[in-house]
């Protein structure tokens, strides 16, 4: 009977109950289409493959007795399930990052202007129109699954720690700050550490040494790691902790 009226329901035009062989029916075309379309797509990413994908499933979906508000909706659904299992690319993290400090700065009050190019030496330019003070903002972020802060035999407790490189150990510019982002893989909110480049480039340095120290017949590499550790940890080297550089907005040293 649940079937029948189902099935009667679907024949009305703006209904939205879906039957669960709808469902699959929908599942099933998605994967098809995604295979046909690769080939057409010619490379096309985002927003122009999701729009063409959409309108080739709508437009087939039709020949199956869906009303426009159920196409939307299980097109919407089957779309959004399949992105969830996609992982979130490097430079869609770092973008997320920039646009994330970039709208924290406009709330302080910051005329704030984001770089472009790929070979840019700073992500954001910094003007407090109070006191026309200059910055240059550097933007670091990662995605961040862990669920409880990380512990190291040589580095101790720390919060979180972004990837750098040796070029930072020289790195060091009055007017140049660090903002470390980290974002919560499940939760999706975003911390926020504003570090002066002396001390990033200090840390860089030393922890590279103290690691160096204790693996002395490892092979070298030109990573290195920027941690936030804890005010009452202790630490082998001087660590930045989450008490001095969370939200430091006023860039203060």
């Not at 029916?25 to 927003?47: H, P, S």
């Not at 009050?109 to 910055?135: C, E």
């Amino acid at each position: 009977m649940d079937a029948r009226r189902n099935e009667h329901l679907l024949s009305r035009p703006g209904q939205t109950l879906v039957g669960t062989r709808h469902a699959r029916t929908v599942e099933r075309l998605l994967i098809a289409f995604k295979q046909q379309c690769a080939q057409q797509f010619n490379g096309r990413e985002g927003e122009t493959a999701t729009l063409l994908l959409r309108c080739l499933l709508n437009s087939e979906l039709r020949g199956f007795g869906f009303a426009p508000r159920q196409l939307n909706r299980w097109v919407e659904y089957s779309m959004n399930a399949s992105k969830s299992k996609t992982r979130i690319s490097t430079n869609s993290v770092s973008l997320a990052g920039e646009f994330a400090a970039l709208s924290r700065l406009a709330l302080w009050g910051y005329d704030a202007n984001m770089t472009l190019g790929r070979t840019k030496n700073v992500d954001i330019l910094v003007s407090n129109p109070t006191t026309n003070q200059l910055y240059q903002l550097e933007v670091k972020t990662n995605l961040d699954s862990r669920k409880r802060p990380p512990v190291s035999k040589l580095f101790g407790r720390f919060l979180t720690d972004w990837m750098m490189n040796e070029k930072h150990e020289s790195i060091s510019r009055a007017n140049l700050w660090y903002c470390f982002v980290t974002i919560g893989l499940e939760s999706k909110i975003a911390r926020y550490f504003i570090v002066p480049s002396a001390i990033v480039a200090e840390y860089v340095y030393a922890e590279h040494r103290l690691w160096r120290d204790a693996k002395p017949t490892g092979k070298d590499t030109p990573m290195r790691l920027f941690r936030i550790g804890f005010k009452d940890e202790k630490y082998e080297i001087a660590t930045p902790t989450v008490e001095q550089y969370e939200d430091n907005w006023e860039f203060k040293r």
